[in-house]
């Protein structure tokens, strides 16, 4: 079956910890996402990528950071730079990066701190 | 304003009623829309994408008024199973070449027995 995966679903952090999410797809996609959802709020963009081995910031990008060294690889770390990450992790996908197509969502991982 | 707008609800309506909602957009020249459904602590899932003649999927159907700048998501003979928040989702503007999703809060939408 095509899609995305995310793991862990669940990952907790402790404080001044870095910590990893993985988000990886066989849908072919060129482009990738990764959100951030905090409750009553809408979807966020950390950061996006429409090619290998190139990614931009989104809206709030400030401790965190990505690599996009495959194109079926997209994985997220939350450094210790971000003070308020517990939040639900979505990584998204789409054909290309122009805007106009479907985006397609991984199970998402929490992240909790502890 | 917000760049994407919907009322939060909950809209808690019976079994079998019709129930719409709207979603206003603040930039003109946004392309694509979606409606995605979410449930509780999943991932969002897409619903339907909005066209500009409107289209129907089944008991659903979405318009958009670009006049007006806002898209809707009519349900009809509503089933239990609708109960979920509804995402709107608009492109951005595409400015230097960049782009990206705008995302509404989403409705909160309860079928209730």
């Known amino acids: 079956d095509g899609g995305i995966t995310q793991s862990p679903k669940y990952l907790f952090r402790k404080e001044g910890q870095n910590v990893t999410l993985s988000c990886e797809q066989n849908?072919?996609?060129?482009?990738m996402y990764w959100y951030r959802q905090d409750p009553g709020q809408g979807l966020r963009l950390i950061y996006y990528?429409?090619?290998?081995?190139?990614?931009q910031k989104g809206d709030i990008a400030e401790g965190y950071s990505v690599s996009r060294e495959k194109k079926e690889s997209f994985p997220l770390t939350v450094t210790s730079a971000q003070k308020n990450p517990t939040a639900f992790y979505l990584c998204?996908?789409?054909?290309?990066?122009?805007?106009?197509?479907?985006?397609?969502f991984g199970p998402g991982t929490r992240l909790l701190v502890l | 304003r917000k760049e994407v707008e919907q009322d939060p609800g909950p809209f808690n309506v019976p079994e079998g009623a019709t129930v719409a909602f709207n979603c206003t957009y603040s930039?003109?020249?946004?392309?694509?829309f979606f409606w995605y459904r979410q449930d509780c602590r999943k991932e969002p899932k897409l619903l339907m994408s909005?066209?500009?003649s409107g289209n129907e999927d089944g008991r659903f159907t979405a318009q958009l008024n670009r006049a007006s700048q806002y898209i809707s998501l009519l349900i009809r003979d509503s089933k239990l199973s609708d109960s979920a928040t509804y995402l709107c989702?608009?492109?951005?503007?595409?400015?230097?070449?960049?782009?990206?999703?705008?995302f509404g809060t989403g409705t909160r939408l309860k079928v209730l027995a």
């Open positions: 849908l072919n996609h060129d482009a």
């Open positions: 909005v066209y500009s």
């Open positions: 930039n003109s020249a946004s392309q694509s």
């Open positions: 998204a996908s789409s054909a290309t990066g122009g805007g106009l197509e479907t985006q397609y």
């Open positions: 990528s429409q090619i290998v081995n190139d990614f």
């Open positions: 989702v608009v492109n951005g503007d595409g400015a230097s070449g960049t782009y990206k999703y705008i």
